[in-house]
């Protein structure tokens, strides 16, 4: 008997380019979503781009959030029902679209996202990360229904969180081939199509790295495009899946090991190199993965990271422990192989 059944969900409207942010409100109103919004943002990008946002839907209320954490979660449900508001709009970086993604998923509400920076593809993806006790991967959530990523903004953001955007996109290469290895040997389910998308999608962003630049609005635009393009791979597999391997869990393991140390973009990156080493030994591929890093600019090792070598191997050592995700790293790499695979590609 056939019992396949999928139920892709993905953003209505996604309005990238120069000077968008002005658009906002005319790609939410298509929607008919109905009612006034609350806008969640943090410092930087309050001044940069929500309160003109804010402007656009009569002076609609903005609430200021620091970290990522599920007391902002609650805190920004408190506000939604203290200003009676009907739908959420995150403008901001990565934290800002996760805790108001997270807020609105829990209130059953419409979510906007109004990237300020290309981090990651968390900006577009139906995927919510706040650290919930030992937890730091993605759940899943509500993607949002409107996408608004103003170029001109994008353009103008710390380079680095570009660089980290580029870098969570290369790593798309070792995350297939995590997924693919769990297909053959756990029975995994696997979707060619998201797959060959996700691939696809860091094989552009590689092709094109010269022209990804600090400065060059077309660099925002090709980064943008990527992220959107990962956050549809992943909603077509239902999981995070086409977009994070061993590579994320090696991250999220130093983000509890050293939190706040380096963006989730460059950590993903960089252990990716050693993740493709462990997959092809020494046949050159993990120095296609360092050298598409270093072309880009973003880092390439632990110490670029701001990590010790030994935070770094003791990721690798316990990784595959936090999640029910079979990869390359099986039942946990040896501190010994560990070790030599991150020397021998550079990264400690
Ligand atoms: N939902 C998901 O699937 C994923 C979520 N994440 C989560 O995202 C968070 C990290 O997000 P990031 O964007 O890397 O960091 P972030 O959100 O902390 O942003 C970094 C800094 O850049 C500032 N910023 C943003 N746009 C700016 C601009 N245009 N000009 C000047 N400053 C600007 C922000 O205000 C912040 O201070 C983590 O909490 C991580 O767990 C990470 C990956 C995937
Ligand atoms: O960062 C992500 C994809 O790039 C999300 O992956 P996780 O589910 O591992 O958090
Ligand atoms: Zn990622």
Redesign the pocket.
Request: proline content about 10%; aromatic content about 0%.
């Given at each position: 008997m056939f019992d396949k059944r999928a139920w892709i969900r993905l953003p209505r409207n996604v309005v990238v380019g120069h000077g968008v942010l002005s658009e906002t409100a005319a790609a939410v109103g298509e929607l008919h979503l109905g009612g006034t919004p609350l806008v969640v943002t943090?410092?930087?990008?309050k001044e940069?781009a929500a309160e003109s946002v804010a402007e656009q839907f009569d002076g609609a209320p903005v609430v200021t959030v620091d970290e990522?954490s599920f007391s902002e979660v609650e805190r920004v449900m408190d506000e939604v029902e203290d200003s009676e508001a009907s739908f959420l709009v995150g403008v901001?970086?990565?934290?800002?679209?996760?805790i108001a993604?997270m807020a609105s998923d829990e209130l059953d509400m419409g979510f906007v996202s109004v990237p300020?920076?290309a981090?990651?593809?968390?900006i577009v993806?139906g995927?919510?990360?706040?650290?919930e006790g030992d937890t730091?991967h993605?759940v899943a959530a509500e993607p949002p229904l409107v996408v608004v990523a103003d170029t001109g903004?994008?353009a103008?953001?710390?380079w680095r969180?570009t660089t980290?955007g580029c870098a969570?996109i290369i790593s798309n290469y070792t995350a297939v081939k995590d997924w693919e290895l769990a297909h053959r040997l756990k029975n995994v389910e696997y979707s060619e199509y998201a797959g060959a998308l996700s691939r696809m999608t860091a094989e552009m962003l590689v092709d094109n790295a010269d022209s990804i630049r600090p400065g060059l609005e077309e660099s925002a635009w090709l980064v943008v495009k990527a992220l959107v393009s990962s956050g549809v791979a992943m909603s077509i597999a239902g999981s995070?899946r086409p977009a994070s391997g061993a590579e994320h869990l090696i991250s999220h393991q130093l983000?509890r090991i050293a939190p706040g140390t380096a963006?989730?973009?460059h950590q993903v990156g960089v252990a990716s190199v050693v993740t493709e080493y462990l997959h092809s030994g020494d046949m050159g591929r993990w120095q296609n993965v360092h050298d598409a890093l270093a072309a880009i600019g973003a880092p390439t090792n632990a110490e670029e990271l701001g990590h010790s070598a030994e935070d770094f191997v003791e990721a690798m050592t316990t990784a595959h422990e936090i999640r029910d995700r079979y990869t390359i790293l099986g039942n946990g790499v040896s501190e010994e192989a560990a070790i030599e695979a991150a020397t021998v590609t550079g990264v400690i």
């Open positions: 943090s410092p930087t990008p940069l990522a901001g970086g990565g934290k800002v679209i996760d993604k300020t920076a981090s990651h593809d968390g993806s995927r919510g990360s706040v650290p730091r993605s903004i994008i103008d953001a710390p969180l980290a969570d995070s983000d963006l989730h973009g």
